[in-house]
């Protein structure tokens, strides 16, 4: 794996997990 490979999975993770936390707490946001 590319560092390029590393961010992009970081990045991808990251707003999935800010999307379902949206979705589960829409309250909070």
């Known amino acids: ?3 390029e ?3 992009g ?3 991808a ?3 999935l997990g800010h999307l ?3 979705l ?3 309250e909070r946001f």
């Open 24 to 26: 589960l707490a829409p």
């Open 20 to 22: 379902i936390l949206a």
């Open 5 to 7: 490979d590393i961010i």
């Open 1 to 3: 794996m590319t560092v």
């Open 13 to 15: 993770v990251f707003l």
């Open 9 to 11: 999975l970081t990045v």
